[in-house]
């Protein structure tokens, strides 16, 4: 897992068919310069939003088939007429990166997971559009993956994104466990902390091994992708569990030795 989500898409996958290369290429760059838009740099959040109201303005040309005024665009607009994908995923991104420019915090559990929904599911929904399989069970339990992939990449990176000056915990969360706002910036992991993240770490693992029968069900590479990607989200809540929770000295990573045990155990999966 990377600090970004977007890092995960699979650009150069061995598993990525090669006709399917260029498409993903240009829905990843898209989705890559617009959390760019949203996330790097130190322009102001007006100059953020304008920037990315612009590619709201240029997906609108797309709908209207009108002729894009750059290659990012143009390229983007050739994918979707060939691949008849829905413009929704694309403006729900769109929506969670200008959230990004202004939400720092979450109070419930349920708003974060409609940034889930906007941030990290539009993903999952196009690659199924992709490859044909975008049926109704499919679509559901990719949500499910990519949501509880977001959230795995928030538990992982606490100390990163409050950083930024962002916390993904939701606050509720912490004063049910009687966790301060401090804490993250001290790394203070005592016994309420651990407590808090055995929770977030548990439902996050339910909400993969949930849904993680999509990856069984798929075909060909596309499941075997998948397979990979759900063992490696499981992988890193087993090295948060190892670590005790404390992400601040220890952020997990996948290692090469990992990989070899996520293959053994994608093709065990059942």
Same mark, same amino acid.
């Given at each position: 897992?990377?600090?970004?989500?977007?890092?995960?898409?699979?650009?150069?996958?061995?598993?990525?068919?090669?006709?399917?290369?260029?498409?993903?290429?240009?829905?990843?760059?898209?989705?890559?310069?617009?959390?760019?838009?949203?996330?790097?740099?130190? /322009?102001?959040? %007006? +100059?953020? =939003?304008?920037?990315?109201? &612009?590619?709201?303005? *240029? $997906?609108?040309? @797309?709908?209207?088939?009108?002729?894009?005024?750059?290659?990012?665009?143009?390229?983007?607009?050739?994918?979707?007429?060939?691949?008849?994908?829905?413009?929704?995923?694309?403006?729900?991104?769109?929506?969670?990166?200008?959230?990004?420019?202004?939400?720092?915090?979450?109070?419930?559990?349920?708003?974060?997971?409609?940034?889930?929904?906007?941030?990290?599911?539009?993903?999952?929904?196009?690659?199924?559009?992709?490859?044909? /399989?975008?049926? %109704? +069970?499919? =679509?559901?339990?990719?949500? &499910?993956?990519?949501? *509880? $992939?977001?959230? @795995?990449?928030?538990?992982?990176?606490?100390?990163?994104?409050?950083?930024?000056?962002?916390?993904?915990?939701?606050?509720?969360?912490?004063?049910?466990?009687?966790?301060?706002?401090?804490?993250?910036?001290?790394?203070?992991?005592?016994?309420?902390?651990?407590?808090?993240?055995?929770?977030?770490?548990?439902?996050?693992?339910?909400?993969?091994?949930?849904?993680?029968?999509?990856?069984?069900?798929?075909?060909?590479?596309?499941?075997?992708?998948?397979?990979?990607?759900?063992?490696?989200?499981?992988?890193?809540?087993?090295?948060?569990?190892?670590?005790?929770?404390?992400?601040?000295?220890?952020?997990?990573?996948?290692?090469?030795?990992?990989?070899?045990?996520?293959?053994?155990?994608?093709?065990?999966?059942?």
């Amino acid at each position: 897992m990377s600090t970004n989500h977007y890092e995960n898409f699979p650009v150069a996958s061995i598993l990525l068919p090669a006709r399917l290369r260029p498409a993903v290429q240009a829905i990843y760059a898209f989705a890559r310069s617009a959390d760019d838009i949203a996330d790097e740099g130190d /322009a102001s959040p %007006e +100059q953020r =939003l304008r920037e990315l109201n &612009a590619y709201e303005a *240029a $997906l609108d040309r @797309i709908e209207q088939q009108l002729t894009a005024e750059n290659p990012l665009f143009q390229a983007l607009h050739e994918v979707i007429v060939a691949y008849r994908l829905p413009l929704a995923p694309f403006r729900d991104l769109l929506s969670a990166f200008k959230q990004d420019v202004i939400t720092t915090r979450y109070e419930q559990f349920a708003d974060l997971l409609d940034y889930c929904r906007r941030s990290a599911n539009p993903v999952g929904n196009l690659m199924l559009h992709l490859y044909g /399989a975008a049926s %109704e +069970q499919n =679509l559901h339990d990719s949500d &499910a993956i990519c949501s *509880a $992939l977001q959230l @795995i990449n928030f538990w992982q990176d606490v100390a990163i994104d409050w950083e930024k000056a962002r916390i993904y915990l939701p606050l509720e969360d912490l004063q049910r466990f009687g966790v301060s706002q401090a804490q993250l910036a001290s790394g203070d992991c005592d016994h309420a902390w651990r407590r808090l993240m055995a929770f977030e770490v548990q439902r996050a693992r339910a909400m993969m091994t949930g849904a993680q029968g999509l990856a069984l069900r798929l075909p060909g590479r596309i499941g075997w992708e998948l397979r990979l990607v759900v063992q490696g989200g499981l992988r890193i809540l087993e090295m948060l569990e190892a670590a005790e929770y404390d992400m601040f000295r220890r952020r997990p990573k996948l290692r090469k030795a990992d990989w070899l045990l996520l293959a053994w155990r994608a093709l065990h999966m059942t």
